[in-house]
């Protein structure tokens, strides 16, 4: 995916998203889990039909999330949003959303605290909020390659919907959910720790909060971009008092410029500008 899709994604416009062919699904007949090297053809559970806005490949899914479902329903409901729902009479991810934020609070909370005993319950609560955070949620929801899955209404999918934050983030947490339901904590736990809560001490650190040009690059690495470039555009004033301009690139787009009394001061400045341009900050 390149910046300008990205950015189609992050800041919709009036664009139709290209439909995606409809996959087989599969379900062990005699297990009745969703995962991989089944032998049913086709899944033969009730509301298991998928149509063109949504790709619900089970295998693929299995290995997204690392975890086979008891219950397949459970799993399609969370990755079903309202406008998909308004229009098929199928029950939304709402409910299960609900759930699983209340979930994920409760496990980021018992990790910091058990992984952190050093830490007071001002740097808990700091890190807890990053890492909860719509923007964390919707970076690794859109890391691991949630929103190809999500069901979505007609409309929705036209504005772009499957990209935005919010939608995404919304969908991490009903995804959660649904895992609890289906099989307590400790699928839940598994799920995190391989997601938000790797290195959670990165949160922790003041320093790392600020480091915007750090938090670019993962931003650009996440997303498989290339970048991000740094070009110094411009140096003012005399030496002892001299002003740098610097621009930073994605994909070879413009997406920041700041000025500083160095050259890693401007560049700090363009990062921070590059992720706010790009919804990050």
Same mark, same amino acid.
């Given at each position: 995916?390149?910046?300008?899709?990205?950015?189609?994604? #992050?800041?919709?416009?009036?664009?139709?998203?290209?439909?995606?062919? *409809?996959?087989?699904?599969?379900?062990?007949?005699?297990?009745?889990?969703?995962?991989?090297?089944?032998?049913?053809?086709?899944?033969?559970?009730?509301?298991?039909?998928?149509?063109?806005?949504?790709?619900?490949?089970?295998?693929?899914?299995?290995?997204? #999330?690392?975890?086979?479902?008891?219950?397949?329903?459970?799993?399609?409901?969370?990755?079903?949003?309202?406008?998909?729902?308004? /229009?098929?009479?199928?029950?939304?991810?709402?409910?299960? /959303?609900?759930?699983?934020?209340?979930?994920?609070?409760?496990?980021?909370?018992?990790?910091?605290?058990?992984?952190?005993?050093?830490?007071? @319950?001002?740097?808990?609560?700091?890190?807890?909020?990053?890492?909860?955070?719509?923007?964390?949620?919707?970076?690794?929801?859109?890391?691991?390659?949630?929103?190809?899955? #999500?069901?979505?209404? *007609?409309? /929705?999918?036209?504005?772009?919907?499957?990209? *935005?934050?919010?939608?995404?983030?919304?969908?991490?947490?009903?995804? #959660?959910?649904?895992?609890?339901?289906?099989?307590?904590?400790?699928?839940? @736990?598994?799920?995190?720790?391989?997601?938000?809560?790797?290195?959670? @001490?990165?949160?922790?650190?003041?320093?790392?909060?600020?480091?915007?040009?750090?938090?670019?690059?993962?931003?650009?690495?996440?997303?498989?971009?290339?970048?991000?470039?740094?070009?110094?555009?411009?140096?003012?004033?005399?030496?002892?008092?001299? *002003?740098?301009?610097?621009?930073?690139?994605?994909?070879? @787009?413009?997406?920041?410029?700041?000025?500083?009394?160095?050259?890693?001061?401007?560049?700090?400045?363009?990062?921070?500008?590059?992720?706010?341009?790009?919804?990050?900050?």
């Amino acid at each position: 995916m390149n910046l300008h899709s990205l950015k189609k994604l #992050i800041f919709p416009k009036k664009h139709q998203m290209n439909p995606r062919t *409809r996959p087989v699904q599969r379900m062990s007949k005699r297990t009745g889990r969703c995962g991989p090297s089944v032998s049913a053809p086709d899944c033969d559970c009730a509301g298991m039909a998928v149509d063109q806005r949504g790709s619900l490949d089970w295998d693929s899914l299995y290995h997204t #999330i690392k975890y086979g479902f008891n219950d397949p329903d459970l799993l399609l409901r969370a990755f079903t949003h309202r406008s998909y729902s308004g /229009e098929n009479a199928a029950k939304s991810n709402e409910r299960l /959303e609900f759930l699983g934020d209340a979930v994920l609070g409760l496990i980021v909370t018992d990790q910091l605290f058990r992984r952190f005993p050093e830490k007071d @319950e001002g740097e808990l609560t700091k890190a807890k909020s990053a890492i909860v955070s719509r923007n964390t949620l919707a970076l690794w929801a859109g890391n691991i390659g949630l929103g190809k899955y #999500i069901r979505l209404g *007609r409309g /929705e999918e036209q504005s772009g919907g499957r990209g *935005r934050k919010s939608l995404l983030s919304n969908t991490f947490e009903a995804v #959660i959910g649904a895992m609890f339901i289906d099989g307590g904590l400790a699928p839940v @736990e598994k799920f995190l720790s391989d997601t938000v809560l790797t290195g959670a @001490e990165k949160y922790f650190d003041f320093k790392y909060r600020k480091n915007f040009k750090s938090r670019l690059l993962e931003y650009v690495q996440a997303h498989g971009l290339h970048g991000p470039d740094y070009t110094v555009i411009a140096d003012e004033g005399p030496d002892h008092d001299k *002003r740098f301009i610097v621009a930073v690139s994605v994909d070879d @787009e413009r997406v920041g410029k700041g000025e500083g009394r160095s050259k890693k001061e401007a560049e700090q400045y363009a990062a921070e500008q590059a992720l706010s341009y790009l919804g990050e900050l």
